[in-house]
Nanobody
Framework: QVQLVESGGGLVQAGGSLRLSCAAS????????MGWFRQGPGQERDFVAA????????AYADSVKGRFTISRDNAKNTMYLQMNSLKPEDTAVYYC?????????????????WGQGTQVTVSS
């Protein structure tokens, strides 16, 4: 069993930056792929980024490519999402998730463990 806890959300002006963290406990996630998703009001949960176990392979949604960077520190059992040049349309609850395999995936149904989410609000 894996417990995931996100932190680092908040309110920021457009053009600003935030760094989200996802701390894992209960089982090491160091051998598995992880990802970030987001869900805006009245919207579906959308893929943001994913990373393999070593951090050597990453994938991003087109909407965040070039602005967001996913990374991980397996020694700390923690994953990060550095978000720069934030836009009002980035406003959402951000969730971290872990798979039980190392392949990168963008579908939420292919992730087995989820955090409770952290709110990111970008004002214009």
């Amino acid at each position: 069993q894996v417990q995931l806890v996100e932190s680092g959300g908040g309110l920021v002006q457009a053009g600003g930056s935030l760094r989200l963290s996802c701390a894992a406990s209960g089982r090491s996630v160091g051998n598995y792929a992880m990802g970030w998703f987001r869900q805006g009001p009245g919207q579906e949960r959308d893929f943001v980024a994913a990373i393999n176990w070593s951090g050597g392979n990453t994938a991003y949604a087109d909407s965040v490519k070039g602005r967001f960077t996913i990374s991980r520190d397996n020694a700390k059992n923690t994953m990060y999402l550095q978000m720069n040049s934030l836009k009002p349309e980035d406003t959402a609850v951000y969730y971290c998730a872990s798979r039980s395999y190392n392949n990168l995936r963008s579908r939420s149904g292919e992730y087995d463990y989820w955090g409770q989410g952290t709110q990111v609000t970008v004002s214009s």
